[in-house]
């Protein structure tokens, strides 16, 4: 059962910019800390940025910070993702996840999205 559903993936060229989307499916999420994660050809999933249900605190990976921008929207249930500045490593399928706790680990979310597919050309 899908909860939430990720948009906004493509094809693009190294140092354009993406601005990804999740909305949820069904139930609301605006009471729970979001965050997005990707994972590679032939890698483990890793966190990306994350974000408080207030949207005032945002975290991001090392690799990512001063490019990446994770945002809340206005009703808080939908959570952005904009790429600027867009390397080939950063091809990948994003996705977006849920959690009532806080954390940076796969297993700290409780809810997935199926993922959208990023591919940065160099």
């Known amino acids: 059962q899908v909860q939430l559903v990720e948009s906004g993936g493509g094809l693009v060229q190294a140092g354009d910019s993406l601005r990804l989307s999740c909305a949820p499916s069904?139930?609301?999420?605006?009471?729970?800390?979001m965050a997005w994660f990707r994972q590679a050809p032939g890698k483990e999933r890793e966190f990306v940025a994350r974000?408080?249900?207030?949207?005032?605190?945002?975290y991001y990976t090392d690799s990512v910070k001063g490019r990446f921008t994770i945002s809340r929207g206005n009703a808080k249930n939908t959570v952005y993702l904009q790429m600027n500045s867009l390397k080939a490593e950063a091809t990948a399928v994003y996705y977006c996840?849920?959690?009532?706790?806080?954390?940076?680990?796969?297993?700290?979310?409780?809810?997935w999205g199926q993922g959208t597919q990023v591919t940065v050309s160099s």
């Open positions: 996840a849920a959690t009532a706790r806080v954390g940076t680990r796969i297993h700290d979310y409780d809810y």
């Open positions: 069904e139930r609301t999420f605006g009471d729970y800390h």
């Open positions: 974000i408080s249900w207030s949207g005032i605190t945002t």
